[in-house]
């Protein structure tokens, strides 16, 4: 299967932290970009961060300075680590790759299916 896994949502008091993983099958030969998306209720989804597979990165501004997203290329994985947690961070956040498979050979969009962060204040 194709597929991402995300992990590591949760609730958490403002000012607090949590770090998202989200790990990609081992049907996805390479991936050339991943991101996390976030949706709050209400709202339209939103890109928070991103990571290309050399290691450039960007950030939504409502979390630069507060978030980072780094990746393990050998564990197929990558991270969202949150810190000071704000309430209006809550929502479901979503991985995404822009991904290389090979059964059959081809590029395609791969979303997880989200992972829920709640911040209380």
């Known amino acids: 299967q194709v597929q991402l896994v995300e992990s590591g949502g949760g609730l958490v008091e403002a000012g607090g932290s949590l770090r998202l993983s989200c790990t990609a099958s081992?049907?996805?030969?390479?991936?050339?970009?991943m991101g996390w998306y976030r949706q709050a209720p209400g709202k339209q989804r939103e890109l928070v961060a991103a990571?290309?597979?050399?290691?450039?990165?960007n950030y939504a501004d409502s979390v630069k300075g507060r978030f980072t997203i780094s990746r393990d290329n050998a564990k197929n994985t990558v991270y969202l680590q949150m810190n000071s947690l704000k309430p209006e961070d809550t929502a479901v956040y979503y991985c995404?790759?822009?991904?290389?498979?090979?059964?059959?050979?081809?590029?395609?969009?791969?979303w997880g299916q989200g992972t829920l962060v709640t911040v209380s204040s």
């Open positions: 990571i290309t597979s050399g290691g450039s990165t």
């Open positions: 995404n790759a822009d991904a290389f498979v090979l059964s059959p050979m081809r590029n395609l969009e791969v």
């Open positions: 081992r049907s996805i030969f390479r991936i050339n970009a």
